[in-house]
């Protein structure tokens, strides 16, 4: 990778990320061979931080590995597993370590996961990580302590154009904004219409906005996104494309209806880029 | 105030009293009566409960609120019962458990677990109100607690999770911002939602927390 996340997003080009879940567990062979399928595919790499509050081998250790093999990482940082200290030692490590990219978010609820009465912080949200990435740029900690050697990063954030009610999402974007974020990567999008509307609103602020697109694999898998997963809108006519799909064909159906919105999105040119989830499927 | 309690069950007790055989029963008659984990009805029934498992009841009281100076006198007056006891099971919340634990050198057990600081919102429904955090913003988010009634405790606005209006972690709740939202646009206080929270001060009064009120000021911490 010769250009850095923040470079791929100020020229002005379509910007594509991906993203690498870690394994639970020692065994880091596959995350390894998804790093070396996708690295050189895309512009940046995003490392998932305990996905749905799933315990598992790091955000930062799976960043370190793309580093190691030449990949852009994106270290993603939830709020919800250490507290302030924890977090910005960790973005010192990372710094220092090469790591440029940054994705703060608040981090999923502690029972949606696999360690069910463990304790959530939450001692900071998403916008005042932000906040913290601009002090500690500043050459400040937020105990308002000198640091000796300061930090430098691009900093996004996520927002989720489908959310029901939108409005209280969109006050929280503009905070996110204000607090920091130069970039957003959304929540998966498959309604073109809605997210074209969303986009106008986005417009207004100097951010560059990835639509996230995650891989329908099934009919099945977008039925139970739309009953699951918070701010996720499969329409119909797409789970009626992807059931009528011959069987065994499904999964080629998914990866043609996810080419055909990322081609849409880039020709009319709705966004800055995508975020592509392929969930297992690289 | 109330303090919101839930019964132990009766194994967690039974390892907790173990070889005592002989106890004296305490109930209250404010928050744990209102719970019905601890009024008069709760206590006879706890006492036949010990009584079949083999224990001997020294005898039994319901304070009228366990929390306060009462307690000493309620106890001062059923002296000889609780000489005879080897220890006291507490059936009130733990600030009960912890006055009458003041009075007696003698093993005090709790018989309920305290979960939190509710107020009843309909008969038998009581809901968290307050974590008592000392930084106090419901004048900014409605009326509503964001740090109660939010998961995740959050300042600054929903999380992600939020879902038709519920939480994600229970899609039979309230998203907490999703009403302070709707409560703001009716007041015409949007701007409020797009105000930035700093990080909390959770040593607003350090633990121990205490407070002394003097009489013609307000209450200042610390001794």
């Known amino acids: ?282 | 105030m109330k303090s919101i309690t839930r019964s132990k069950p009766f194994d967690e007790m039974k390892k907790c009293l173990g070889r005592f055989d002989r106890i004296f029963v305490i109930g209250c008659g404010t928050c744990a009566t209102m719970t019905r984990t601890g009024g008069i009805e709760e206590v006879a029934e706890m006492i036949a409960h010990l009584q079949e498992w083999g224990k001997i009841v020294t005898g039994s009281t319901v304070i009228p609120t366990a929390c306060d100076e009462m307690t000493g006198a309620a106890m001062a007056e059923n002296g000889q019962a609780i000489r005879d006891a080897i220890c006291i099971l507490v059936m009130s919340c733990a600030l009960g458990v912890q006055k009458t634990a003041q009075y007696i050198n003698k093993p005090v057990i709790p018989a309920l677990d305290t979960l939190f600081i509710g107020i009843e919102e309909s008969p038998g429904i009581f809901r968290e109100a307050c974590d008592q955090c000392g930084e106090c913003v419901l004048g900014e988010t409605a009326g509503i607690c964001p740090i109660t009634a939010c998961h995740k405790g959050l300042i600054n606005g929903p999380c992600g999770g939020t879902n038709n209006g519920k939480c994600e972690v229970d899609k039979e709740r309230d998203c907490a911002w999703t009403l302070i939202y709707q409560l703001l646009e009716k007041q015409g206080r949007l701007d409020l939602m797009k105000k930035y929270q700093p990080p909390r001060n959770f040593h607003v009064a350090p633990r121990p927390r205490l407070i002394r009120v003097t009489n013609h000021q307000s209450p200042v911490e610390g001794q």
Do not use: W
Not at chain 1, 88 to 109: F, H, K, P, S
Not at chain 1, 202 to 228: E, H, T
């Open chain 1, 1 to 282: 990778m010769t250009q850095s996340l923040r470079e791929a997003l100020d020229s002005g080009r379509f910007v594509i990320t991906s993203e690498i879940g870690p394994p639970k567990g020692t065994n880091i062979a596959r995350m390894l061979h998804h790093i070396d399928l996708l690295k050189d595919k895309v512009d940046a790499l995003n490392v998932t931080d305990h996905q749905s509050s799933v315990m598992r081998f790091p955000s930062i250790g799976g960043c370190l590995a793309i580093k190691e093999r030449g990949g852009e990482p994106i270290l993603q940082m939830t709020c919800r597993d250490r507290n302030r200290l924890a977090l910005q030692a960790e973005l010192l490590l990372a710094y220092t370590r090469g790591i440029r990219n940054v994705l703060c978010l608040t981090g999923d609820a502690i029972p949606v996961g696999d360690h069910k009465q463990a304790r959530g912080v939450f001692d900071l949200d998403s916008s005042q990580l932000l906040h913290t990435i601009r002090l500690m740029e500043s050459g400040k900690d937020l105990g308002g302590n000198d640091l000796d050697g300061a930090v430098e990063f691009c900093a996004g954030a996520i927002v989720t154009p489908e959310a029901k009610p939108l409005e209280p999402q969109l006050a929280r974007f503009e905070k996110k904004v204000e607090a920091g974020a130069e970039f957003f990567q959304t929540q998966a999008i498959y309604d073109l219409e809605n997210f074209t509307r969303f986009m106008e609103f986005a417009r207004q602020f100097r951010v560059k906005v990835l639509a996230g697109i995650i891989l329908l694999v099934s009919a099945r898998m977008a039925r139970y996104m739309n009953d699951n997963v918070p701010g996720v809108l499969v329409p119909q006519n797409l789970i009626d494309e992807l059931a009528s799909a011959p069987k065994g064909e499904a999964l080629s159906r998914g990866i043609e209806i996810a080419g055909r919105m990322i081609a849409t999105l880039r020709k009319d040119a709705i966004c800055d880029g995508v975020h592509v989830m392929a969930i297992g499927r690289e």
